[in-house]
């Protein structure tokens, strides 16, 4: 799961500071300990990232391997 949130952000040539400042409102420390695994991350900053990058909470947290099979069209 960390990777993925890691992955996701690079993929986006985002940096920690603006994921931590605009996406999530917490310092750019308390995010790090987020990607690197010594802060556990809330169910809400799971949905907030899984929306932001817009994959589904199975893909982020490696329940599915595929970013495109998480939502189906009605």
Do not use: P, W
């Not at 990777?3 to 409102?25: C, F, G, M, P, S």
């Not at 199975?58 to 939502?71: A, I, Q, T």
């Amino acid at each position: 799961m960390l990777k993925r949130i890691r992955d996701l952000r690079e993929d986006d040539d985002l940096t920690q500071e603006y994921v931590a400042k605009t996406i999530l409102n917490c310092t750019r420390s308390a995010y790090s300990k987020m990607e690197s695994g010594t802060r556990i991350i809330s169910i809400d900053d799971l949905i907030t990232l899984a929306d932001f990058y817009n994959v589904s909470l199975d893909y982020l947290v490696g329940r599915v391997d595929n970013k495109e099979d998480h939502y189906s069209k009605k």
